[in-house]
């Protein structure tokens, strides 16, 4: 993990309270389809509009950009407008919401059947360890404060990073990733995603669904991720910068 630097311009102290610094930046985001409230997300203030545009894919509402006819930003809210032939989803919508610390919303189903991804790319430790230590240079909040996520995608056919995105919330810096590559017309077939939060089974069900064949963390897995990991297909690399990483579907 990367060592913080020195803070700076602390945060003004009240009487009795000392050791405030530069805090991360958290504001509570209202995403509204069609009129409908459907999530508050606490998150980072910026990089929203590929938030935005990655929780809804995640949530099944839209499958490419040019189904959302309109999405503007007012106050605390996110104020998304539906194209008319992609409406009907939006009456279908029924999710299971996940209370953790990631947060999120999860489709009825998705875990007792999680979708099946295919890694069609060769994949190494030493390719998968070299993209993550490229990691640490691009978290350039968590330098300025530290308590915030980074999320890396990499073309692996390439070997090269695409973006990074950083939020307080790991799985909406996986929606930013996810949500730039959308917009991008990305195909994730060939890409791998690098982050430094733990692998959830939300975690996990998210890059199933967008067809991210590989998952690469600096920590662990939860029991439940496990699972869907093993169900799914999906190429798991864990601890990846430690002495004995986990190594799945590998």
């Given at each position: 993990?990367?060592t ?15 050791g ?18 459907l999530?508050?997300?606490s ?5 929203r ?16 950009p ?17 194209k ?6 939006l ?40 993209l ?10 968590f ?11 990499a ?20 929606d ?33 669904h ?16 496990l ?6 297909g ?17």
């Amino acid at each position: 993990m990367t060592t913080c630097k020195a803070k700076n311009k602390p945060v003004p102290e009240n009487p009795g309270e000392t050791g405030l610094v530069t805090l991360p930046e958290e504001v509570l985001l209202t995403i509204t389809v069609d009129g409908r409230p459907l999530s508050r997300l606490s998150c980072s203030p910026f990089d929203r509009k590929e938030l935005v545009l990655g929780w809804l894919f995640s949530q099944g509402l839209v499958q490419t950009p040019g189904d959302v006819a309109a999405l503007r930003f007012q106050g605390d809210q996110a104020l998304v407008r539906l194209k008319p032939s992609v409406a009907p989803r939006l009456d279908r919508y029924q999710p299971v919401q996940v209370v953790a610390c990631s947060g999120g919303d999860v489709q009825p189903g998705l875990f007792s059947t999680p979708p099946r991804v295919s890694r069609g790319y060769d994949l190494t430790l030493a390719q998968a360890v070299r993209l993550m230590e490229q990691l640490p240079k691009r978290m350039e909040m968590f330098r300025r404060h530290g308590g915030i996520h980074c999320s890396m995608l990499a073309d692996m056919k390439m070997q090269s990073i695409l973006v990074s995105r950083e939020d307080i919330g790991r799985s909406n810096s996986v929606d930013k990733v996810i949500g730039w590559g959308l917009a991008q017309g990305m195909d994730f077939s060939r890409t791998a995603l690098f982050i430094t939060g733990r692998v959830s089974a939300e975690m996990a069900l998210k890059v199933l669904h967008a067809g991210i064949p590989t998952l690469v963390s600096q920590t662990t897995l939860t029991s439940k991720a496990l699972e869907i990991v093993r169900q799914s297909g999906l190429t798991l690399v864990g601890h990846v910068l430690k002495p004995r990483p986990i190594l799945l579907n590998f």
